[in-house]
């Protein structure tokens, strides 16, 4: 079901998006419940979450991804108190190189992106992210 939706997404953000309408599909409830479905899928979460942003509620592809930062930091704080209190933590004590290479990737990534948020233009990104959420959907149904 993921990978019909993400793939429905893509083909949506390339054949069926006016970037410069900046109109809204849908508004209400619908956020909560988006909302919901992205905290259920984690990281993936961040992929539906942007394409959401940007073809139901008409935000520009660069606010919709500074927003997507913003909404996941209430999941991640949730879900960092709920693994401490299980102890579920102490697996990365095992995987200590993983944990740091993985954390040095990620602190450069954001600073990467951060600096090309003003350059790359919104003609590339969209494209960019139909096929990111392509290539997820590819890996959900391989994994399902």
Do not use: C
């Amino acid at each position: 079901m993921i990978a019909v939706l993400l793939v429905a997404i893509a083909g949506v953000l390339v054949f069926g998006h006016d970037a410069s309408a900046g109109q809204p599909l849908l508004v209400g409830s619908a956020q909560l419940v988006i909302g919901i479905v992205a905290s259920l899928l984690g990281v993936a979460g961040g992929e539906l979450l942007i394409p959401t942003l940007v073809l139901l509620f008409g935000a520009d592809i660069k606010l919709a991804g500074s927003l997507s930062l913003a909404v996941s930091l209430p999941t991640m704080l949730v879900g960092f108190t709920r693994y401490s209190r299980d102890r579920s933590f102490s697996v990365l004590g095992r995987n200590r190189a993983f944990l740091l290479v993985m954390a040095v990737g990620s602190i450069v990534g954001a600073f990467i992106g951060g600096l090309l948020l003003g350059v790359v233009p919104d003609a590339v990104l969209l494209p960019a992210l139909a096929v990111i959420l392509l290539v997820s959907a590819v890996k959900v149904w391989r994994h399902g």
